[in-house]
């Protein structure tokens, strides 16, 4: 069973910062990508960031510049700093593990959410 635990959501003002840790438990055979993905009010779920196994990193373009994504030394945890925020930046945003449960069963995991809420 693998569990995704999202936390660090919250109020904040425009412009002001956030930092997200979704912490990764239970047994995978290899974790191919982490990442998070947020959902707002009316709107399909979107990328924001995501890391490979192999350090390689992708951002939505609304964030771009904005946020980081990166992980814990033991690869068990899995951070985003938001920087700048901005009203749309509104939402529930989700920790996501893609990889091999065992070596022939892929999986895709979700976390609960955090919600994050800018507002002026």
């Known amino acids: 069973q693998v569990q995704l635990v999202e936390s660090g959501g919250g109020l904040v003002q425009p412009g002001g910062s956030l930092r997200l840790s979704c912490t990764i438990s239970g047994s995978i055979f290899r974790i191919v990508s982490t990442g998070w993905y947020r959902q707002a009010p009316g709107k399909e779920r979107e990328l924001v960031a995501a890391?490979?196994?192999?350090?390689?990193?992708d951002y939505g373009a609304s964030v771009k510049g904005r946020f980081t994504i990166s992980r814990g030394d033991t690869g068990n945890t899995v951070y985003l700093q938001m920087n700048s925020l901005k009203p749309e930046d509104t939402a529930v945003y989700y920790c996501n593990v893609r990889g091999y449960l065992t070596a022939a069963t892929w999986g895709d995991y979700w976390g609960e959410g955090t919600l994050v809420t800018v507002f002026s």
């Open positions: 890391v490979t196994s192999g350090g390689s990193t």
